[in-house]
Every structure is written in structure tokens, then in C-alpha cells.
């Protein structure tokens, strides 16, 4: 990748039809203003960014991710198989080598949705992030090693669940505390599945936490995280809600902030998530981001109001306590036994209740993981919700399992299809493309 | 109604004269480009002769005046000052232009952040000097949002500038700011040459004692405007040859087809351009000329390098590229490189010159690569219709690929894609056939005698566009082409509707102004409208609404 002047792909989709209802955050009017920044400083016409049309994502390379209960034609709108296809299309742009970076400035935002998905929660139905990696590993094969550095204000719970078990990702959150802020997640005891133990990285930041606590947690943890783990492209899921005018956050972050950010992370393809101080944030935020990007200056870059304050002497040594924490959980992270983590086997079993806000829905989730020293291991998961209330399966593949596991999957596939207590039984291969779904009544 | 097109070409200067919609009379005389004003009064007095003297008269003139100004930075000294607030540092942008920033800062609603600094703007006296003989530009970031700052320099200026001032929000309500800048320069630094030149005209025609009922400017977007708006908005000259040309095509053609594509091949270079749904396709953001990237409403169209004259390059294994540089006069007319031309010739499929010399020479470059004259000639035009294909292609996919911002457009993306080619120039006749056949499509070649792009500045119509920004909450209404912003009376009951019906008034009103007739049709070109909503409650709407009189050809007969 050039270090100097990088060609920017822009997969620019604001939905300007579009809404989850007429006066909810994720309105048409979102990025209404960041379309009118960007168009009056000609960044759509700057010679090193182009811009690119987006595409509908397939049933195939959806289910190739999820697990979409009673259907997809019941959960999503033809805006969310758009966000997740224009995220693909940012990728491909950058494999194939049209431009340098890409950023999917598109909505709705996905990484509130977790592998198995029952409705919408915290705005999102499907994880363009997570379809966009599977995409990739599709095309490329899978020892592609792919790291996520979420920076939106909310702990990327979807996408932390859908790779959780998964050694080809590493995922790092940035994110407001989860127990000042929805969904309540990403403590830094959460280190992943035991076929990817320490790859799910949480850097909960206290309420208050502005730019330079920011960049702090980046330089100290993330970027030498990054450097320690060599993956082969990285990808920002840039939520803009850490903004200090952020309607629904109590963070501090200025699009100088972000900028710097984008500079010093250097992301191969970035894609939005959330932010909701549509007039005040996100139009700065974006033209900075743009501009970082492309490698462009981006000093002038100012927010109408001003900037805020530095933050408190007392949130920064937070930040530093909590940096050196996640620092030593990634160094130590083979040192620990995964028998005592994960139980002796053959299954680690988890029961989680989730809840789908967006939707108000409850979903009682339990999944077995098959502990193996092959490959990442089969898994099974058993869900109900208050939408779906007859329980389905999923028997899920890793990528490259190992023939004992594909067998016992395959085992436990037929013999769940017979179980007449299952509504559905889904069998998902990520390789062979999409996921298969069975009646089993 | 009679109406005389003149277009000024680079070899060219054509005239036609039109009785309605019937081609009375054609003429032709060379372009001088030491004089360009003489050979063009001398076709204006060629196509005279033809004119039975039984009614008004309308001349319609497509100047390449401000284009060669532009493309030979032959304008005045000018320069810009710009109140660009905070974002994309100016400097970055590498401007060819000196630009004096002032503090000062709109934001994308259009509300003054930061006011005008009195001082500086005392100041400019010292920076700008006298402006005799030169020009300034005065641009801010979301000018077309609200043009006050703009506004307040330029009466600031009125008061001892004494050379020409543009202001930004005058010549485009889109967005862009760099852009603005760009075409504002343009416009300030070619406006004092487009003075002289009417002022040159109006003494010609009282020379010629020509009764002419009106004389009217071709613009880069295919329509004309008056004769003294060109002296307010002359960088809207720019490019207006192609443009007649393309304009020409339209009223030319017998093809029903609603898509289109057009393919001018000249000697050096081929130009394309797409009709959809029966209108030339425009560029997004405006015209493109010597690098500049500018808001002028522009005819899309695609320059190649690549036509009867140009350069062969044939590889070792018998590949043959073609152009992009012109290699001169072909072998079969007397001059010294093979063309595609020669090809043509050789190959009897148009009588060119000496075909022996154009066979002479093939077989000449035949046998270095192991060729009969023969071969080599048929693989020179299949390289030429190859690229020209491909050129063809590459257009449609650029086109499809431009962005679409609604689930709707992404569902169902407009047909672009043309059932029809049409073809002009020398060459056509042999080529345009032959891509027709690649692309699978039916076709037309106008003859060349047609004088296409003269027509064409005769058949084309005004065009006249505005741009309504409505914001309900700020209760404020702008339209940056009129320079005109007011307070809304009732913004609860300003709708989108009511948003069409004000934009179209101020339009015909100023169409009216200009002389336009009231029977011209206004068309709503774009719309959007928002509901704005804050802390769960809607506070308020917020329309855009670009009207226009549409750009028309009338078809005629030749």
C-alpha cells in the first residue's frame, strides 16, 4: 500500500428514501448534510477520490454470515441488502486494486447484528462489516487475516459475536463504557471463543473521553496490537458518535480527532457506522475522514462550535489504567490455560438472553462449541425469541474445518432435522457460499 | 421566422439558414484565427445573400471566443477572493490563481457562522489595487446557500474596483466551491473580452444594416442566451461548438429511437454523446476544459484521440494500436504516415485520394510484419472500430456507474444504454456502419455536407435555470442565480408544491425579462425535500428545487 498519496473509493449510499420511522435517528435525513459538505468542499470531484455506485447483496452472501430467522424476505428492506452490498463493493475495490482505500459511507449501520439475527437491534439487521470479511475470505481464501477496529461510541457487539470464535479476525472495540451506554457490552474480560481466544479485543473508555484519550487507546493499545498481529487488511468501522455533539453519547471526540485517528490507523477500507449528530458532527467528521484518507491536509477542518475542551486529567489516567490492562491481556493471552477457561470438553456450552431493541424483541440463545485442536470447530446453536417462538437450530461450520468436525456437524445437521421440536434447522458453510435453510416440520 | 446558426470551428466557420423548420441555405468559409470577427462576418454576409428578405431575422452565434481565451489563458489578470470558512485547506487544491482568503464563514444551511471582518474588507483596497484591466472573483464556501458575504464584498468593491467583479452565487446554484472558484475566475477573466465583442457586433450590424430581430449566444448546455447576459455570464460560452453539433444531431436525425449514441469522427478526433429518453445527457458537474473543472452546464461528451488522420502503431505480432496524436495528412492525400484513411482508401470502401499510393505504401508496411496490403488494411479498420467500441463501452459503464442515493434508483437504474448509433463526419460513412454492426444496432450517418453544427446553433433555444433552496425552519428562501434571498411568509405551509409553483415563477419572470417568450416550458430538472427533524419532533422542511426552460431542438428538414 503507498504511503503517499493514496487513491480514495468512496461508496457513498445515504438512503434519502429511507427510514426506520419518519422521526427515528436512522431517518432520510441523516447524512443529508455530510452529502451537502462533501459536494461544496469538491470532494466528490477531488482527483484522488472516485466515486462508485453500490450494489444489492445476494441471499448467498448474507446467509453466507447470518442466520435470518423465520427468513430474510421478513427482517430486511432492499436498503440493508444495498448498505451491505455497497460495503462489499468498497472492499472489492480495494483487493482488486482500482483504488488504495475505500470508505463505505453508507446506512443502515450493521454492527449491532450478531450472527443470528431475529429483528433489529440498535438500528442494525445485518453486519455489512462481517458479510464484507466473509466476502473477502470467499474470494481470497480463508487464511486471509482480516483485523476490525470499531470506533463507534457503542461496543460492536454484532460483529464481536459473529467472529468470536473465529482465528481469522481480530476485532478491536473502541467504545463509551459499557455500563454508561447501550448495549451494555465489551468489558475487557470479553477475549473471544477458545479457537480465537484474546482476538476479541474491548477498550471500554470513560464517559467524557475526547481526542486524546482517543489517540492514547489507538497509539499504546491498538496500533501495536495491529503490528503484533500483521493482518492483511484492516478495517475501520467508523461510528462518528463519539462526537461531543452526539445526540445519544456522552463522549468528547472532534472531527480533528477522527482525522487523526484515520492518519495515524491507516485503515484499508473504512465503513460508517453510527452517529446521529447529523448537522452539527457528521459533516466534519466525514470531510476530515475523506481527507485523511486521501492523505490530504486536513488542519482546517473545524466543527461550527468550536472545539471542545481537553478532557479531565482524571478520565485520561482512566484511559492509561485501562490501556495498560488490555496491553498485558493481548501479550498474555497464549499464557492462559483454555481448559480452565473453556472446560475440558468436548463442548464449551453458552446461554446468552438478547435483546433486539430496535424491535423489542427477547431472543434465548444456547450454543455448544466444539472444542478442537483441527481447526476452530463445529458449533450448534439453539434459538427462540418473542417473534420467532418455536426454537430453530443452526449448525454452523468454521472456515477450513477439519474432517472429524464436518462429520459430527454433518451428524448433528441430520439428526436435528428429524427433532420435530425445531421449527428450522440451518446448516451454514461459509465456503461453499450461502447458508441452507431447512424445514424441518 | 427565419433564423441564422453560425458555429466557428477550428477549420470551419459554417453558417445555415433556417425558414422555421426547413434548411434554406448552407455556407462555408476557412475560420481566421488571427480574425476570428472577420471570417465571421464574412460567413454572416455568404449566408445573407440567401435570405429572401420576407421577415424577422434571428442569429444565433457559437463563438469559440471565450473557449480559446480560456485554453490559451489569454484573459485578463484576475483574481480571486475566496471566504472559504473552515475545511479542505485552499492551498491543497493547487489553484493556478492568486487567492485572497477572508474570514467570514457560511455553514451548509446557509447560516452566518462568522460575520465579515470590517478590516479586511478595508484591506482589500491595498491587496486588489485600482483593477483597471484586470479582474476579480469573489467566491464563498455555500455562497449558493447564502450569498450575503458574497454580497457584501461585492458592493465593498462597486465602490472603487474599476475592473470586472464576478460574484460566485451568480453562476450556479449547485454546490462545489473549489468549482465555484474556478468557473467565477473563468468568467471574470474572459468578461471584458465578451464586452468588446458585442459591442463589436452591434456595429456590424448596423454596418450590414442586417434587420436582425434578435441575436442570441450558443451555450455549453446546447441552448442560447442574449447577447447581454453573455456579457454577465461568458464563461457560459465555453464549449458551445460541441455542443451545436451535438444539438444539430438531434434536430438532424430521422431516428425515433428514445436512447441514442452519437459519433462525430472527424480527421484527428471523434467526439461521443448520449441521448436518453429524447435529451442529451449532461455532465454531472459541469464542463471540463484545459484542466479546469468548472459548474457550466455542459452537453456530455467524450473526446478520442482517434479518427482518419491519426497515428498507427503497429507491434511486432501484427497488433495494431491507433492514436491518440494525429499523424497528418494520409499517404492517399500527399502526406508522408500511414492512416486509417489510407486504409479506407486501399480498401475501395471510400473514394480518397490515390488509392495506388495508399496500396504502395501498405504493402510496404505489410511485409515488415508479414502481411498482405490487404490484411494489413482490414486490420487497421477493425483496430479502429475495436477501439472505438471500446471507447463506446467505456462511456455507457462510466455513465452506469455514476452514483445513485435512493433504494429506488438502485432498484431501477435508468436505461442508458442507446438502441441507435447516428454519425457525422468525413469518415462516417465507412465506420459508423461497422460499429453499428459490433454494437447490434440499427444506424444513420448524416451526410457530411449537412453542416450539423451550424444547424444545430440554429435550431437550438433558450435555456435559462434557477436554483430554489427553501429552508422552513430558518424561514428563508434562496435563489443564488437571481442573488435574491428573502424571509418566508407561512414557512408551516411551505411545502414542496409550493416550492415547484415559486420556483417557476421567479423563472418565467426572469425569462420574461429576457425577452423569452411565455410559452417556453419550464421543467422541475431535480427536487429533493427533507423533513428536518430535531430531538424527535419535525421542526421544519427543507426543498431544493432546480427549474429550467429545457434545452430544445426543433427538428429539421435538410
Redesign the interface.
Known amino acids: 500500500m503507498p504511503k503517499r498519496e493514496p487513491t480514495v473509493g468512496l461508496v457513498f449510499f445515504p438512503a434519502f428514501d429511507w427510514c426506520i420511522t419518519p422521526d427515528h435517528p436512522e431517518r432520510q435525513e441523516r447524512l443529508l448534510y455530510t452529502r451537502d459538505q462533501i459536494q461544496e468542499e469538491g470532494l466528490f470531484d477531488h482527483p484522488r477520490m472516485r466515486e462508485f455506485r453500490p450494489r444489492l447483496a445476494s441471499d448467498e452472501e448474507i446467509l453466507r454470515t447470518h442466520v435470518v430467522l423465520p427468513s430474510l424476505a421478513r427482517n430486511i428492506t432492499e436498503s440493508h441488502r444495498i448498505a451491505a452490498g455497497g460495503t462489499m463493493v468498497a472492499a472489492d475495490l480495494v483487493v482488486d486494486g482500482v483504488v488504495d482505500r475505500a470508505f463505505a459511507l453508507l446506512r443502515p449501520p450493521g454492527h449491532h447484528a450478531n450472527r443470528i439475527v431475529h429483528g433489529a437491534r440498535g438500528f442494525c439487521v445485518l453486519n455489512n462489516e462481517a458479510i464484507m470479511v466473509d466476502h473477502l475470505r470467499h474470494r481470497l481464501g480463508p487464511d486471509l487475516r482480516i483485523a476490525i477496529v470499531d470506533t463507534d461510541a457503542h461496543h460492536a457487539d454484532g460483529t464481536q459475536d459473529v467472529f468470536y470464535n473465529d482465528p481469522g479476525v481480530l476485532h478491536i472495540s473502541l467504545h463509551q463504557d459499557g455500563r454508561t451506554l447501550y448495549p451494555g457490552t465489551g468489558f475487557t474480560f470479553e477475549r473471544g471463543g477458545p479457537a480465537a481466544f484474546g482476538q476479541t479485543v474491548n477498550i471500554p473508555l470513560p464517559p467524557g473521553t475526547g481526542d486524546a484519550g482517543m489517540l492514547m487507546a489507538l497509539e499504546e493499545v491498538v496500533l501495536p496490537i495491529l503490528e503484533d498481529w500483521q493482518p492483511d487488511l484492516v478495517i475501520n468501522a467508523a461510528g462518528q458518535d463519539n462526537h461531543f455533539s452526539d445526540p445519544l453519547t456522552n463522549m468528547g471526540f472532534s472531527a480533528q480527532g477522527y482525522a487523526q485517528l484515520t492518519q495515524l490507523l491507516a485503515p484499508d477500507i473504512v465503513v460508517l457506522e453510527g452517529g446521529y449528530s447529523i448537522e452539527s458532527a457528521l459533516p466534519y467528521v466525514n470531510v476530515g475522514l475523506l481527507l485523511a484518507l486521501a492523505g490530504l491536509d486536513f488542519s482546517k477542518v473545524q466543527e461550527p462550535q468550536g472545539t471542545p475542551p481537553r478532557e479531565t486529567k482524571t478520565i485520561l489516567s482512566q484511559v492509561a489504567e485501562t490501556c495498560r490492562e488490555v496491553l498485558n491481556l493481548w501479550k498474555n493471552r497464549h499464557q492462559v490455560d483454555l481448559k480452565e477457561e473453556f472446560g475440558p470438553g468436548p463442548y464449551f456450552e453458552r446461554q446468552r438472553q438478547i435483546y433486539y431493541d430496535t424491535d423489542n424483541i427477547h431472543e434465548t440463545q444456547q450454543e455448544y462449541i466444539r472444542l478442537c485442536t483441527g481447526c476452530a470447530g463445529w458449533r450448534v446453536g439453539f434459538t427462540s425469541s418473542t417473534r420467532n417462538r418455536t426454537p430453530a437450530a443452526a449448525v454452523l461450520l468454521p472456515w477450513k474445518p477439519c474432517a472429524r468436525c464436518l462429520e459430527e456437524a454433518e451428524q448433528q445437521y441430520r439428526e436435528l432435522t428429524k427433532d420435530k421440536r425445531f421449527g428450522q434447522v440451518i446448516w451454514q458453510d461459509p465456503s461453499a457460499g450461502g447458508g441452507a435453510e431447512k424445514n424441518g416440520s | 421566422m427565419y433564423t441564422i446558426g453560425i458555429d466557428v470551428g477550428g477549420t470551419h466557420t459554417d453558417a445555415a439558414l433556417l425558414r422555421d423548420s426547413q434548411v434554406a441555405a448552407l455556407a462555408k468559409v476557412p475560420t481566421d484565427h488571427g480574425d476570428l470577427f472577420a471570417s465571421t462576418r464574412q460567413a454572416l454576409e455568404e449566408i445573407w445573400r440567401a435570405y429572401p428578405g420576407d421577415g424577422p431575422v434571428r442569429l444565433h452565434l457559437s463563438t469559440t471566443l471565450s473557449t480559446n481565451a480560456v485554453v490559451e489563458g489569454r484573459g485578463v489578470p484576475t483574481q480571486v477572493v475566496a471566504v472559504?470558512g473552515?475545511?479542505?485547506?485552499l492551498?491543497?487544491?493547487k489553484l493556478p490563481f492568486t487567492i485572497h482568503e477572508l474570514k467570514g464563514?457560511i455553514?451548509?444551511?446557509g447560516r452566518e457562522?462568522a460575520p465579515l471582518d470590517p478590516v479586511e474588507l478595508a484591506g482589500l483596497r491595498e491587496v486588489l489595487g485600482s483593477g483597471e484591466g484586470e479582474a476579480v472573483a469573489v467566491v464563498g464556501?455555500?455562497s449558493q446557500r447564502n450569498p450575503s458575504q458574497e454580497q457584501k464584498i461585492g458592493a465593498e468593491l462597486e465602490k472603487w474596483y474599476r475592473g470586472t467583479i464576478t460574484l460566485g452565487h451568480r453562476l450556479s446554484g449547485r454546490?462545489?466551491?473549489?468549482?465555484r472558484m474556478i468557473t467565477a475566475y473563468l468568467n471574470a477573466s474572459v468578461a471584458q473580452q465578451q464586452l468588446e465583442f458585442m459591442a463589436m457586433w452591434q456595429r456590424v450590424l448596423q454596418d450590414l444594416k442586417i434587420p436582425l430581430a434578435d441575436v442570441l449566444i450558443l451555450k455549453a448546455d446546447g441552448g442560447t442566451m442574449t447577447l447581454e447576459e453573455s456579457g454577465q455570464r461568458p464563461v457560459e460560452t465555453i464549449l458551445s461548438g460541441p455542443a451545436a453539433s451535438t444539438m444539430g444531431v438531434q434536430a438532424l436525425t430521422s431516428r425515433q429511437e428514445a436512447n441514442y449514441l452519437i459519433v462525430d469522427i472527424g480527421g484527428t478526433t471523434t467526439d461521443l454523446a448520449v441521448v436518453v429518453e429524447g435529451n442529451v445527457l449532461y455532465e454531472r458537474?459541469g464542463a471540463v476544459i484545459a484542466g479546469y473543472?468548472t459548474l457550466v452546464p455542459a452537453v456530455l461528451s467524450r473526446s478520442l484521440g482517434l479518427g482518419g488522420d491519426s497515428e498507427l502503431h503497429c507491434a511486432d505480432d501484427g497488433t495494431i494500436t491507433i492514436g491518440p496524436r494525429r499523424a497528418g495528412v494520409p499517404i492517399c492525400l500527399g502526406g508522408e504516415k500511414l492512416t486509417p484513411t489510407d486504409a479506407v482508401s486501399a480498401l475501395e470502401l471510400a473514394a480518397v485520394g490515390s488509392r495506388t499510393k495508399a496500396v504502395d505504401a501498405l504493402k510496404e508496411a505489410g511485409t515488415k510484419v508479414g502481411l498482405s496490403w490487404r490484411e494489413l488494411a482490414e486490420r487497421i479498420v477493425a483496430a479502429l472500430i475495436r477501439q472505438l467500441h471500446g471507447a463506446v463501452e467505456g462511456l455507457y459503464r462510466e455513465l452506469?456507474?455514476?452514483?445513485?442515493?435512493?433504494?429506488?434508483e438502485?432498484?431501477n437504474p435508468p436505461e442508458l444504454r442507446p438502441q441507435a448509433v447516428v454519425g457525422l463526419g468525413a469518415p462516417a460513412p465507412v465506420f459508423i456502419p461497422k460499429l453499428a454492426e459490433v454494437m447490434g444496432l440499427p444506424y444513420e450517418v448524416l451526410p457530411f455536407s449537412a453542416g450539423a453544427n451550424a444547424i444545430g446553433a440554429a435550431a437550438a433555444a433558450a435555456t435559462l435555470s434557477i436554483t430554489l433552496h427553501a429552508d422552513t425552519e430558518l424561514a428563508r428562501l434562496t435563489i443564488p442565480e437571481l442573488g435574491r434571498q428573502e424571509e418566508m411568509e407561512r414557512p408551516l405551509f411551505f411545502d414542496l408544491a409550493k416550492a415547484r409553483r415559486f420556483a417557476e415563477e421567479r423563472l418565467r419572470e426572469m425569462a420574461a425579462a429576457r425577452g423569452f417568450g411565455a410559452s417556453e416550458e419550464i421543467y422541475i430538472v431535480e427536487e429533493?425535500s427533507?423533513?428536518?427533524?430535531r430531538?424527535?419532533?419535525?421542526v421544519g422542511q427543507?426543498h431544493m428545487v432546480r427549474a429550467q426552460l429545457r434545452p430544445q431542438v426543433r427538428r429539421v428538414r435538410g
Open positions: 472559504p473552515p475545511g479542505v485547506n492551498e491543497s487544491l464563514y455553514d451548509h444551511r457562522v464556501k455555500f454546490a462545489n466551491f473549489p468549482r458537474d473543472r452506469e456507474g455514476m452514483p445513485l442515493y435512493t433504494v429506488k438502485v432498484l429533493e427533507f423533513p428536518m427533524v430531538g424527535f419532533r419535525t427543507r
